[in-house]
């Protein structure tokens, strides 16, 4: 007679006890708790319920669920030998086998009701061996138990798995991830390259002849794109770069409640060509910040290479409301849009004039390691500010991905429709890109700061989802309104000494006819007494300090040392030939452009054209026409105007006392006809000479 382990009860069991089917529904220590057909419980001690009369086991738990997953992935005569052991076992384990009619009989030798566990074993061992497929019984008992664990994954031969390497020398293998590694920084190459830089490893730093265990060129093949896989060691070198700085763990997170809480600066060069100031084309580099709790771009710069002033700047204009330029649409005025107009304007009466972006104040910013935020200039702008600047760790962009992925949404929603969009790379480059039309830098940034308006600060954001309203995604604005509700709005005006000590100094002799920088002429009546003085600054030789912008030539500021130690405003000499600013006409002009636009309510419609009409403008490139020139005279001077004025103080453009010399004109019409251009002759000194002989 053959002993076999009593099987096991477990909670979901069927077990018939007393002619009725129970259901095992609890077990708790030394007592089960059953239930019946009608759900009538019943509690009994194990003791009890095994030695009650006609109790036996109805039904053993189910299987694992078979991983149909990797059952796919074996070859097919692997998968069908895991079936065909299938049958057998259930067949063993039940009594019938799987697909069995309702109500088949188990076959003798096979009846739980009167074999034991191991006499079935010991039965399908020997219809196994009448089969011609002899097994011993101890590797049926193992395929059995394995069965129970796994379901039909547990009787696969993984000998017979797919395991890519596994016959290949170790040494190969940790030389082909080395080789691959290798492969991030430098230019994309070809398999047999990386084939010819294994050998050299095992050679080199193994010292075994590569011959000898070198795989197949085919095997070889299969390996090298197995360790490639997502890195794209034979694809786009610039994405190889980018997913090799992708942290190993999962990405941390950074909750931002309010407006501000976290921001994050950064520069990029902007694919489009610009004009110089001396005729030729370049690509301008754009700086700007990303809130990261409402997705706004507070402000945007854009000049030919960033300085530390730039940066500087930036932190102010994104605390200064943007003023509505002549030739906006009257909807992108702060007052027609989402953003709580009335009750901030009440606070801060610099949003009376405002455009629909919101004024954001930086907590903490959140920048890399360039020379531009680790300068001494930015580093004194955020602690004077009241800013936390957080440095990202080296070589993570990912701990600033809102502010880099902004970039890339940039060149896809504006500068692709600009004229002298010159492709994101070579291979999107178009053909002879330098001869089509290009907007000036200045013109550019006014075009940059009404898309901003216009497109950006509409558009909803796939990042700025409302918990209760997960299938509602919100724009700048619209969130921008959500969290001023709880956060509030506060006003921080800067000083005119705020602005002028941001600037970058520089040292300076005040000469008879004053002072010079960068070959030009600064003057004022002021610093009549400081000509040819000592500064009292003994560490800079007697030398004065002077704060000057370097992206506007019009004025520069002298430290009075020898006084309170304020600033004199010393304007340029030659202002007088050069374009001023018109801040009030400029102004005049947008009341009477607007005035015929109407004031009817803004509509979702009418932000849609006017984004549509300013992609269509930039696309155009800029006008030559001389039927436009008022048009262009006007922007011209809103431009100057902006470029110096949205993040100056007026006090500190014009201090009390000093007057800005007015800018030349002549009174004349410019709408009349121009004048013939007469060409000038080519000077040939022999033509020349045969009139005097």
């Known amino acids: 007679m053959t002993v076999s382990r009593p099987p096991a009860l477990r909670v979901g069991d069927e077990v018939e006890v007393g002619g009725a089917v129970h259901t095992v529904t609890g077990l708790s220590g030394s007592s ?23 109790f036996r086991m109805v039904t053993r738990p189910p299987a694992a669920l078979p991983p149909q ?32 009619a309702a109500g088949t009989r188990p076959r003798p030798g096979y009846d739980p009701e009167t074999r034991s566990l ?29 069965y129970e664990k796994r379901g039909s994954w547990g009787l696969v031969d993984h000998r017979s798995a797919p395991r890519p390497g596994a016959r290949t020398d170790k040494r ?24 010819r830089r294994v050998e050299q490893i095992l050679e080199g730093e193994h010292g075994i002849d590569p011959v000898s265990v070198m795989p197949a060129r085919a095997t070889f093949y299969r390996l090298a794109a197995r360790a490639a896989s997502g890195r794209h060691t034979f694809g786009s070198a610039r994405t190889r770069r980018s997913r090799a700085k992708a942290p190993a763990g999962p990405f941390g997170t950074v909750t931002a409640v309010r407006p501000g809480e976290w921001t994050q600066i950064d520069s990029t060069p902007l694919d489009v060509r610009v004009v110089l100031d001396n005729g ?11 809130d990261i709790a409402t997705r706004t771009i507070p402000a945007a710069v854009l000049r030919t290479s960033t300085k530390a002033v730039d940066a500087a700047l930036l932190l102010a204009r994104a605390m200064t409301p943007e003023p509505m330029r002549p030739g906006w649409p009257d909807a992108l005025r702060m007052s027609r849009s989402v953003l709580p107009h009335r009750r901030m304007a009440g606070i801060d009466q610099r949003l009376e004039h405002a455009a629909a972006r919101p004024v954001i104040v930086p907590e903490t910013i959140v920048c890399d390691h360039g020379s531009v935020y680790m300068s001494q200039a930015f580093r004194n ?42 492709g994101s790379s070579v291979e999107r480059r178009g053909k002879n890109p330098d001869d089509g039309a290009a907007w000036s830098i200045a013109e550019l940034q006014d075009l940059l700061d009404e898309w901003i308006v216009t497109k950006w600060q509409v558009r909803p954001h796939a990042g700025l989802c409302h918990p209760l309203m997960p299938g509602r995604e919100l724009s700048p604005n619209e969130m921008y309104a959500v969290l001023v509700e709880t956060a509030g709005y506060v006003p921080v005006p800067l000083a005119a000494s705020d602005y002028v000590e941001l600037l970058p100094a520089a040292w300076r002799k ?9 070959n030009r002429t600064y003057d004022c009546k002021a610093l009549t007494p400081y000509r040819r003085q000592h500064s009292g600054v003994n560490a800079r030789n007697g030398l004065w300090e002077i704060h000057h912008d370097p992206h506007d030539v019009t004025r520069v500021w002298v430290r ?10 010393a304007p340029w000499t030659h202002l007088r030939t050069a374009p001023a600013p018109f801040g009030e006409q400029a102004w005049d002009q947008a009341r009477r452009m607007l005035a015929r636009r109407g004031q009817d309510p803004v509509t979702e419609a009418e932000i849609a054209r006017a984004a549509a009409a300013l992609l269509d403008k930039a696309e155009r490139g800029p006008a030559r026409g001389k039927e436009e020139r008022r048009d262009r005279k006007a922007a011209a001077r809103a431009r100057a105007a902006a470029a110096a004025g949205p993040s100056v103080p007026e006090e500190a453009a014009q201090p009390p006392g000093q007057q800005v010399p007015p800018a030349w004109d002549d009174g004349e019409d410019d709408d009349g006809p121009l004048a013939d251009v007469i060409p000038l002759g080519i000077f040939d000194a022999r033509e020349e000479a045969k009139k005097w002989w």
């Open 381 to 422: 702008a955020c602690r004077a500010m009241g800013i936390t600047l957080q440095p990202a760790h080296e070589g993570s962009p990912w701990e600033k991905g809102t502010v880099e992925t902004s970039f890339s949404a940039v060149g896809t929603l504006f500068a692709q429709y600009v004229a002298g969009y010159a």
């Open 69 to 100: 997953g990797l059952l796919d992935a074996l070859p097919a005569e692997a998968a069908d030998q895991a079936r065909w052991w299938e049958r057998h076992i259930i067949e063993v384990i039940t009594g019938v086998p799987p697909g069995a």
């Open 560 to 569: 009075d040392h020898l006084g309170d130690g304020g600033w004199i405003l």
């Open 280 to 290: 030729m084309t370049d690509r301008a580099e754009l700086t700007w910040i990303v």
């Open 510 to 518: 005040i000469n008879a006819y004053g002072v010079k920088i960068g």
């Open 118 to 146: 191991r006499q079935r074993e010991l039965a399908k061992a020997g219809e196994l061996a009448g089969l011609g497929r002899p097994v011993p019984l101890s590797t049926l008992q193992r395929l059995r138990l394995s």
């Open 32 to 54: 089960a708790r059953l239930a019946d057909v009608t759900g009538a419980e019943t509690s009994l001690t194990l003791a009890e319920l095994l030695s009650a009369p006609g």
């Open 172 to 195: 190969v293998l940790e030389a082909i991830e080395q080789a691959v590694s290798e492969e991030t920084d430098r230019s994309t190459g070809t398999v047999d390259r990386l084939r």
